[in-house]
């Protein structure tokens, strides 16, 4: 195999280091960057670049928001429930949900899921600020929308045992996902109906 120069090489590991992308889908995009002729490797660059330094969390549900706002758009949005939160693995989910258009309450992102054998515990979790902001009494439901595997499972498990002192309704998704399916390959109205159906923990 013929030996790449540095920069070759380096950009097609970085790729490669991405889910879902190949050695040979790395080497494509490899190599597009370096024969268009366009300003689109720049744009990316500066895109990348700006994806760490210009975003942060949100320090109410730990949303990605704009670097230097601590509170991010949904938080801050008098308009929604602040009565009802629907606990979510990650940003991405709320990307999701906030798509269908039929959830107006505000969110908890958990960044991950419980997964011991990858030494994953509580408290690498945000469990303990949720458990805080049920503390202050005004919120009256919280939805678990975990994603229907294993440790999505276990999460909305061990979460509706930290929550239940509190003496809110605790539900959770109805299964119109599939089980160890994500919440960001679902459909609209999958996500829709599994929202309205969601049914109270036992």
Do not use: W
Request: net charge negative; with cysteine; proline share 6%.
């Amino acid at each position: 195999m013929p030996v790449l120069p540095e920069p070759i090489h380096n950009l097609i590991h970085a790729f490669e280091r991405l889910p879902g992308i190949g050695p040979k889908t790395a080497s494509r995009l490899t190599f597009y960057l370096l024969r268009t002729q366009d300003d689109i490797g720049e744009e990316l660059a500066e895109a990348l670049v700006a994806l760490k330094s210009a975003t942060s969390l949100c320090q109410v549900c730990f949303n990605i928001t704009l670097a230097g706002q601590e509170v991010c758009e949904i938080c801050a949005d008098a308009r929604r429930d602040d009565s009802s939160i629907c606990v979510v693995e990650e940003p991405l989910d709320v990307l999701v949900l906030e798509q269908t258009g039929g959830f107006q309450g505000k969110y908890h992102v958990l960044h991950g899921v419980l997964s011991p054998i990858d030494g994953i515990g509580p408290e690498s979790l945000k469990i303990r600020p949720l458990v805080e902001r049920v503390k202050n009494g005004v919120i009256r439901e919280i939805i678990l929308a975990t994603n229907p595997s294993m440790e999505g499972d276990a999460t909305a498990l061990y979460l509706r045992q930290q929550l239940l002192p509190y003496g809110i309704r605790i539900t959770r998704l109805a299964r119109g996902l599939p089980v160890g399916g994500d919440l960001e390959y679902a459909d609209q109205n999958t996500l829709l109906r599994a929202l309205a159906g969601r049914q109270e923990m036992s």
